[in-house]
């Protein structure tokens, strides 16, 4: 089983990033989580260029999705809400709506900032946000506020209640691939 990681931040440090290494770290044996990277490659959304072939950031990003058998994002906050580049993928991702490969795909979704609410609003309306596209939406929150006081210097998260309730997402995710029906194509 694999998860896909997708982080709503681009930069090298970010803490959102590490929060999806930490959950790596927790998952059992026979799931792995991949770590997305091709945030930076998506092109602003315009309808014009959303068109066969799609570009090759949005292609790439399709795909990651499309193979993964949940998705787990974590999200800073930006301005109360969603950053916009995170938005943006997902608006990508949700086209076309009906055969989208978010639609039905377990999600979850974590946050940190370095605010001391640990970005609840923006996991919030990402999680709004997702539901829009047909995904099957956890209603699991982990709220890393404060982050630069969670982890250490190798960037592992440090507090150990955050790793718990990072674990029960995890969890429930891996819970989530259990309970989900067998692709047609592994019926066959
Ligand atoms: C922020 N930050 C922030 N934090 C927060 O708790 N609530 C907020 O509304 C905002 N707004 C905001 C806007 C913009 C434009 C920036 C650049 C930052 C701070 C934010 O939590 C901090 O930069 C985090 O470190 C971002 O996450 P990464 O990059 O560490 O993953």
Redesign the pocket.
């Known amino acids: 089983m694999k998860i896909l990681g997708i982080?709503?931040?681009l930069?090298d440090?970010?803490?959102?990033?590490r929060l999806l290494r930490a959950a790596s770290e927790l998952l059992p044996p026979d799931v792995e989580l991949e770590l997305w990277d091709g945030l930076k490659t998506v092109p602003p959304y315009d309808e014009d260029d959303d068109v066969q072939p799609a570009p090759a950031g949005v292609a790439a990003l399709r795909e990651a999705i499309a193979r993964a058998d949940a998705v787990l994002f974590a999200t800073?906050?930006?301005?109360?809400s969603v950053p916009g580049v995170l938005k943006n993928a997902i608006d990508w991702a949700s086209r076309p709506l009906a055969s989208n490969p978010l639609r039905n795909k377990p999600v979850a979704v974590v946050g940190?900032?370095?605010?001391a609410?640990g970005?609840v609003?923006s996991q919030a309306e990402l999680r709004k946000v997702l539901s829009a596209t047909g995904a099957r939406v956890l209603e699991h929150e982990v709220a890393v506020g404060r982050?630069p006081t969670r982890f250490d210097d190798q960037g592992r998260l440090v507090d150990d209640e955050l790793r718990e309730q990072l674990g029960d997402v995890v969890a429930a995710l891996v819970g989530e691939l259990a309970a989900a029906p067998a692709p047609l194509a592994a019926i066959a």
Do not use: L, V
């Open positions: 982080s709503g931040s930069r440090g970010s803490y959102n990033t800073p906050e930006y301005n109360w940190a900032s370095t605010g609410f970005a609003w982050a």
